[in-house]
């Protein structure tokens, strides 16, 4: 498969397809039989271009997602692993996210460039979920590219608990 080094507009299906299995492997990272460290399952379970940078868990939502990286090239990509199937059944926190079907307008985040076109919408429950990871992949992106942090990205460093100020100084 060859992909472009940037991303182009318009649909590319080889694109769509390697996303589509960087999703399936992100639930394969994040499987909750196991406890092993997600750089290391993830360069186990994968030997494709895309680099493991940084994982980010919210317990409250039972999310998680994965930061990648093409080869040495500036191109990121952010896999999330959705609900999950269980010994019992299907995870309930993630559950309670799958049921807010409704479509909702995406609004412009801090630092786009533009405002996305008015129809441009997004499925509820992964906005809420990614609402839960907002603010640390903002800290990352923003970090990585040099940019002034925002008072309140640092407030939130020092007053989020252990498991999350651990992971924003480990994008740091």
């Not at 630092?111 to 640390?136: A, I």
Request: hydrophobic share 35%; with cysteine.
């Amino acid at each position: 498969m060859d992909m472009p080094d940037r991303i182009v507009s318009g649909f590319n299906f080889d694109e769509a397809l390697e996303m589509t299995d960087l999703c399936r492997l992100v639930y394969k990272v994040f499987d909750e039989t196991t406890s092993t460290d997600p750089e290391a399952l993830f360069n186990a379970l994968y030997t494709g271009e895309w680099r493991y940078v940084h994982a980010i868990s919210d317990y409250d939502t039972d999310g998680r997602c994965m930061i990648l990286r093409r080869g040495q090239r500036n191109q990121f990509v952010v896999v999330f692993r959705g609900s999950i199937v269980t010994g019992g059944g299907i995870e309930l926190t993630n559950l309670a996210a799958g049921l807010e079907d409704r479509m909702v307008e995406y609004e412009k985040l801090r630092g786009e460039p533009t405002h996305p076109p008015r129809d441009t919408r997004v499925h509820q429950g992964y906005l809420n979920t990614f609402n839960g990871f907002k603010d640390e992949l903002i800290f990352f992106f923003e970090t990585l590219v040099g940019s002034q942090l925002e008072q309140s990205l640092l407030v939130g460093l020092v007053e989020s608990d252990d498991d999350e100020s651990a992971s924003r100084i480990a994008a740091l």
